[in-house]
């Protein structure tokens, strides 16, 4: 009997030892959706081109579960295949050892248990009550539009919320990264919304997640990136790449460069309708500023030169418009993170400014280019007061 007690009390001994490590993982979790039963519900993680199923589970009586042992924490989801994703929306979280509960609904899915899963669903919340907020602004503006009740005071109060959203939804971002910098999840979110943020944001991201992800594709794409934004800073000299016009014909930046005048480069995608209404809205800079010694040219960075053209034909944009032969190496080039995107090059062939907004870009045009008469206006004027004093 004692030799027995001699045996057992080491091994509550080394158990106590492990201090609560988790050695596996538990998923329990259910569907708001009764059509959802008798279906089947998978396990998924990401190798960077596809979803690839680590696991799956049927839905009985609303429940499904999953066991397993995970290493590191990973990136996986939880989703019914993609013909049936009207039983729930598919949920994104931390794959890790330890015990889950998983929420598929129609509207908002989460998974909570774990520290590093809580976390990231308090931020996926809130990321989602602002996407929720922007849509029903769009929505708004929409309406306004088709109704003819759009003014221009209404339409500027309108891009201000937006803005004023899209900021808030960004500093979120930014501040989940930073405060969760070992988590699976910030190197994710890192490489989502990294056109969102500006070059020193994501050179202090860079510096704090560098040492621990050495290896991160996102952390050496970004790296690349910085490296280019310091070739192309207000002051250094423009990067000439290839273009091709509208008819078909070779050219190159270095074709508008120059020529005593200011040139405006606008970068744009025809298949982003927010790139579409920023080119509409810089052919009306075109207007006003074009006489005043600006060249105004549009590179496209689309991969089908068919849909661009319908596009420009189809919003009627003036100026100049091209398409970039290479895009991948307009966007490395001018560490183009997201477009639409302005630069403005100087007269000597310089970097005058980069990184600008429409908004900024207008009053960046305003202070390069205050107003002149044109001169037909001159000229019309001086032979109306020749004909007064005949």
């Avoid at 020193?200 to 992800?213: I, K, P, V, Y």
């Avoid at 052919?283 to 006003?288: A, I, K, M, V």
């Amino acid at each position: 009997m004692n030799r027995v007690y001699y045996w057992i009390v080491p091994l509550l001994l080394c158990a106590g030892c492990q201090g609560g490590v988790e050695t596996s993982y538990v998923i329990d979790g259910h569907v708001n959706n009764a059509d959802a039963n008798g279906n089947i519900i998978y396990l998924s993680h990401s190798n960077g081109d596809e979803l690839v199923n680590l696991d799956s589970a049927i839905v009985d009586d609303g429940l499904f579960s999953f066991r397993g042992e995970q290493e590191v924490p990973i990136m996986a989801y939880l989703r019914f295949n993609r013909s049936l994703d009207s039983l729930a929306v598919p949920v994104l979280f931390i794959l890790e050892n330890g015990s889950m509960e998983a929420t598929m609904d129609t509207l908002f899915s989460t998974v909570t248990g774990t520290e590093q899963n809580e976390a990231f669903e308090a931020y996926r919340v809130e990321a989602h009550r602002l996407d929720s907020l922007r849509n029903r602004l769009h929505e708004r503006y929409l309406e306004q539009v088709a109704d003819s009740q759009m003014t221009a005071e209404l339409e500027s109060s309108m891009y201000g919320q937006y803005g004023r959203l899209d900021d808030e939804a960004t500093d979120r971002a930014y501040r989940f990264i930073r405060k969760n910098r070992n988590s699976p999840a910030a190197l994710w979110l890192l490489e989502s919304m990294q056109s969102r943020f500006s070059e020193a944001q994501l050179e202090q991201l860079l510096s704090e997640l560098g040492s621990r992800n050495k290896s991160a594709q996102v952390l050496t794409d970004i790296a690349q990136r910085l490296r280019s934004a310091d070739k192309i800073e207000p002051g250094s000299p423009y990067v000439d790449v290839p273009l091709v016009d509208m008819w078909g014909r070779s050219t190159s930046l270095s074709g508008y460069v120059g020529y005593a005048r200011y040139v405006v480069v606008g970068f744009w995608q025809a298949g982003s309708d927010p790139s579409c209404r920023a080119m509409v809205k810089l052919g009306e800079l075109y207007r006003e500023y074009g006489y005043r010694g600006a060249i105004f040219l549009s590179v496209s960075l689309d991969s089908d030169a068919e849909l661009w053209r319908e596009q420009v034909q189809a919003s009627k944009l003036p100026a100049h418009q091209c398409i970039a032969a290479n895009p991948d190496e307009v966007e490395s080039r001018y560490a183009l993170a997201a477009v639409p995107a302005f630069i403005i090059i100087n007269p000597d062939g310089t970097i005058n400014s980069r990184n600008l907004t429409l908004e900024q870009l207008g009053s960046k045009l305003q202070e390069l280019l205050p107003y002149r008469m044109r001169r037909d206006t001159v000229s019309a004027k001086s032979d109306s007061l020749a004909k007064k004093k005949i």
